[in-house]
């Protein structure tokens, strides 16, 4: 089967889908979008969450015809959904900006140095929340969109919003401080 | 030069922005926030084909027969291939012994042995395909534990034994057996004043790194292949793989791909040969993912294990003896059971003066899941259980948990069961004193104005209880854990250094087979080489098999070994450079030849601060590249009778204190805070190293409270191989950890730094056990603890 969906802004069609695919295996495989992650398959570990139509989901309990006609937002296109989402810019994306996020989104493929950030990426590095980084792509996108509902949340919230996101290199610690971090950023204005 | 392991006498970097001792941000950071980073089962190749395993349902039994024509035929399939299919005469791989099949033959020994591989187009036709493969199997009795392996008319799990332990082990179902006697502990139990005795069980334990067993096989023109792999240890996949497919080691290239993860559970090789030969069959890239239930499946996991303490003590207080006997369940293959069990007998006494010992620790062959490496390596079981006899003995001698424990630490100088002396810094009673320091958790948290939250409450969000029937109880232990590979194990790493100008400035690029796992050895790697090149800009080189070997990353030795390697590396290179520059400036300026130069800020300057050259016109038409290889001191194999021998290289000490609150009605566990403190020799990167501790304690803590791989004793078959029934520490079960780094410099090892990664996962568990036991007064002699065991319904 045939699947048209919007993948961070841009419409996208992917082709000879076999009915039983999940969204997870057509970002990754068919879409040429591997950042989210594929360590459980069952809904378990969060390493693949994505934004459907704003709402986090894991896209490997998705099935691909799911997606037909939705909004999916993944860690490659979050720096960029937080960009639109400061500069208030309605939905979809325009030409002018599309020729921007070539430029800007140019990253070196090798230091990833040179592409602007989102906020809660930053924080990521900047707090040493990232070891092996399998669950960072699922745990940016889950707390970008606790941010986005909840700029000041508590240590329960944070804990409460991220309890579908496994992580087994950091204990945890370091990602409540960037989480923390990102938050006293935003009230700052940084 | 200084010598291997000579401390650093220069100052030289530590002016150099970005040294060791900062905390610099790691390397790789960005690619794996914007989710660029490669990873392997990230790797994609036009025209790839998927592979898939099939494996055994049963756990041990005969092949009658397997028939794979139904696969064949079924469009979309490239090749299957079994056991018949294998190119060569060898037909075995194994880290130590060489025991596990590549694919099964005649026989499988454990539920999930693979039997048959598949390459199709599409991974759910591989799957399909794999399906469709029809194995008649005959079943055999199973071997689960040590009554069923050593009973006199026992199965055997191996037949035909001809590896180098047969000739000392008292049955061939145990793989390696190390006794380690010291003393005379029968006459010193006569003294004993107290003894105490424990029988403890550690349940199965699982790596469950995130990142699932992947790569991909890429066959090449000259008949060779090119793996993309993530492993710990890239020279001992290829050792392994090579033989098998019937190439030399030089047309079996390997690259690392990016790795989600390992904690020992990559040690052991998983899918690369089998993707190897799929690729070499269809002359076409190969693609294998394990997904989360064969994962479970296709790694080693940590020993279960049983063990029996006694332990003596006077009046006063100090230790009189120590008796134990470590029985450690390996499993259907040996992987590194041997060397857990020189682990578990060496470690097994902890980190506590006694001079009377009677140790014996045996691996024993079963049809269980094969067990192997796991952070910690063997010293986790015996701490458990040995901490778990100092509270005991504590209580019966009426002394604090902590001031016995102090009584009997071991400092710098203190003979170890097996005779080596202690012979740097071991502060293990201040580590105990630091972390019972540090200033409680407030009781009753989730109070507040609007009632209790339950989210931090036992029982969390289903709303158990408001804090009736819940009980605060605070442990401590404290844990000695081996750094690097042991009991004479030529234990080397390589590393590559290059010093060039590239656009107008001066350059390093370090390059080593390590695997980066997530550790953050390349953070590390490009601090050692500002520091000791003092330039700013370094670039690491992917990891391949093109340098020479760097060993595994396990054993918490990369930052040592590899760390090593890489400062000895660029020692040489400084050396090269300033001899450039006395051949090209020399004239100029006395201090050339009588001052001690420092590479600084991209210049060459003097001691005393004095700038003689800029890198860029040294180097100016000249790069200098040094590969070589370092090694830590030499250790002894452990006498196979005694246990007599120098066999670790240097030891490393966390203690933790556990603070947990319990619902005693319901017996559920909310580990409120795990206090660390650690000694770190020198912490090269304190944010890293404050990772490490934090994630080795939250594994400690998982094993605690709720980690376990759940085996049928009548079937030896896996029941919970899933992230809904094997449950690791989620945020909300993971407490806040303050950590309290110690640095005190080992001199025998580079900038007196101490391997971190696994100390810390030992003496977690066994503060969180205690805790629990302070809370409900219950003896719980296993680990994990689940909610029977604390409600008498078990």
């Known amino acids: ?190 | 030069m200084p010598a291997n392991g000579a401390p650093t006498k220069i100052t030289q970097g530590s002016h150099t922005k970005g040294g060791i001792g900062e905390s610099t941000l790691r390397p790789d950071g960005t690619l794996k926030v914007t989710g660029e980073f490669a990873y392997s089962s990230d790797m994609w190749h036009e025209d790839m084909l998927w592979g898939q395993i099939l494996r055994s349902t049963v756990a041990h039994a005969e092949i009658v027969s397997i028939d794979t024509s139904e696969a064949l035929a079924l469009p979309g399939v490239y090749a299957v291939m079994t056991y018949d299919d294998l190119p060569t005469e060898v037909k075995h791989y194994g880290l130590e012994i060489q025991d596990t099949p590549v694919l099964a033959h005649g026989k499988v020994r454990h539920h999930g042995e693979p039997v048959a591989i598949v390459a199709a187009d599409h991974p759910e036709t591989a799957r399909r395909a794999a399906a469709k493969i029809k194995v008649d199997y005959r079943e055999l009795p199973v071997v689960t534990d040590e009554r069923t392996a050593l009973a006199p008319d026992a199965v055997l799990v191996h037949e035909h034994r001809d590896d180098h332990h047969i000739g000392h082990v008292p049955h061939p179902n145990i793989v390696h057996r190390q006794p380690i006697v010291r003393g005379d502990a029968a006459a010193a139990a006569a003294r004993a004043d107290v003894i105490v005795r424990g029988e403890y069980t550690f349940g199965m334990q699982d790596q469950a790194f995130l990142g699932p067993e992947s790569g991909l096989a890429v066959p090449e023109e000259d008949g060779g292949v090119h793996l993309y792999i993530a492993t710990q240890w890239l020279h001992s996949d290829l050792r392994q793989i090579a033989p098998v497919l019937g190439l030399p080691e030089k047309k079996v290239r390997m690259t690392l791909a990016g790795v989600g993860g390992a904690f020992g559970g990559r040690e052991d090789l998983s899918m690369q040969i089998h993707a190897c030969l799929l690729a070499l069959r269809t002359g076409k890239p190969v693609k294998i993912v394990y997904n989360r239930f064969e994962s479970f499946f296709g790694h080693v996991h940590r020993h279960p294990a049983k063990l029996t303490y006694e332990h003596g003590a006077t009046r006063d207080g100090k230790l009189t003896h120590v008796k134990c006997r470590i029985v450690l369940d390996g499993g259907a293959y040996a992987s590194a059971s041997p060397a857990v069990v020189g682990n578990a007998s060496s470690l097994g006494v902890g980190p506590y003066v006694v001079d009377d010992v009677d140790i014996e620790a045996i691996a024993l062959y079963t049809n269980n899941p094969p067990c192997g490496a796991m952070r910690g390596f063997g010293a986790v079981q015996a701490c458990f259980a040995y901490e778990a006899q100092m509270d005991k003995l504590a209580r019966e001698l009426g002394l604090d948990p902590v001031e016995f424990r102090q009584r009997n630490a071991m400092e710098q100088g203190t003979l170890m069961p097996t005779g080596q002396p202690v012979d740097s810094p071991a502060p293990v009673a201040e580590l105990l004193r630091r972390v019972k320091a540090m200033p409680l958790p407030p009781e009753r948290q989730w109070e507040s104005s609007e009632g209790a939250d339950v989210r931090q409450l036992p029982g969390g969000l289903s709303n158990t209880t408001h804090g009736e029937g819940v009980v605060r109880g605070i442990g401590y232990a404290v844990g000695i854990k081996n750094v690097g590979f042991s009991e004479g194990f030529d234990d080397y790493s390589t590393a590559k250094v290059r010093m060039e100008v590239i656009a107008g400035e001066p350059v390093a690029t370090v390059h080593t087979a390590m695997a980066e796992v997530g550790q953050g050895g390349v953070t590390v790697h490009a601090q050692i080489a500002r520091s000791e090149l003092g330039v700013s800009r370094v670039t690491i080189h992917p990891a391949d098999t093109q340098v020479g070997s760097a060993g595994s990353t396990s054993a918490s030795r990369q930052t040592y070994v590899t760390g090593g390697a890489v400062k000895n590396a660029c020692e040489l290179v400084r050396e090269r450079v300033l001899e450039i520059g006395r051949r090209k400036f020399g004239s100029y300026h006395p201090a050339w030849a009588t001052a001690e130069l420092l590479l600084e800020g991209g210049k060459v300057v003097t001691d005393g601060g004095e700038a003689l050259a800029d890198l860029v016109d040294v180097l100016e038409g000249e790069a200098v590249e040094v590969e070589e290889e370092w090694r830590h001191r030499p250790t002894e194999a452990f006498d196979l009778r005694t246990g007599q021998g120098n066999g670790h290289v240097q030891y490393s000490f966390a203690a933790h204190r556990a603070v947990v609150e319990v619902d005693t009605e319901l017996g559920l566990v909310k580990v409120i805070e795990l206090a660390c403190a650690q000694d770190v020799g020198k912490a090269l990167n304190p944010l890293s190293v404050i990772g490490q501790i934090q994630g080795g304690t939250t594994q400690g803590l998982g094993v605690a409270v709720m980690e376990e791989i759940i085996v049928d004793p009548k079937t030896a078959k896996v029941r919970n191989p899933s992230f809904t029934d094997y449950l690791i520490p989620t945020i909300l079960d993971t407490p806040t950890i303050p950590v309290d780094v110690l640095e005190l410099a080992d001199e025998h090892a580079p900038y007196g730094l101490r391997g971190i990664g696994e100390a810390p996962t030992l003496s977690s568990t066994p503060a969180v056990l205690a805790a629990i036991r302070n809370a409900t007064g219950l003896e719980l002699n296993r680990t994990p603890v689940r909610p029977e065991h604390l409600t008498g319904t078990a």
């Open chain 1, 1 to 190: 089967m045939r699947v048209n969906f919007t993948v961070n802004g841009r419409p996208q069609q992917a082709d000879d889908v076999w009915e039983g695919e999940s969204l997870l295996y057509v970002l990754r495989e068919r879409l040429g979008l591997p950042g989210s992650k594929n360590a459980c398959e069952q809904g378990e570990c969060g390493s693949c969450t994505v934004r459907l139509d704003g709402v986090p989901v894991c896209s490997c309990l998705v099935a691909a015809g799911q997606a037909e006609g939705r909004d999916v937002v993944t860690v490659e296109g979050l720096a960029d959904y937080a960009r639109q989402r400061t500069q208030g810019e309605g939905e979809g994306t325009s030409l002018d900006a599309a020729q921007r996020w070539q430029a800007a989104g140019g990253t070196d493929s090798r230091t990833g140095e040179g592409g602007a950030l989102a906020p809660i990426q930053q924080a990521f590095i900047d707090a040493g929340a990232v070891q092996c980084g399998f669950c960072t792509p699922g745990l940016l996108v889950a707390s970008d969109e606790l941010l986005e509902r909840n700029p000041n949340p508590s240590d329960a919230d944070i804990r409460e919003a991220l309890s579908g996101n496994l992580c087994r290199c950091t204990g945890y610690e370091k990602i409540m401080d960037a989480v923390r971090l990102a938050a006293a950023r935003q009230s700052e204005g940084v």
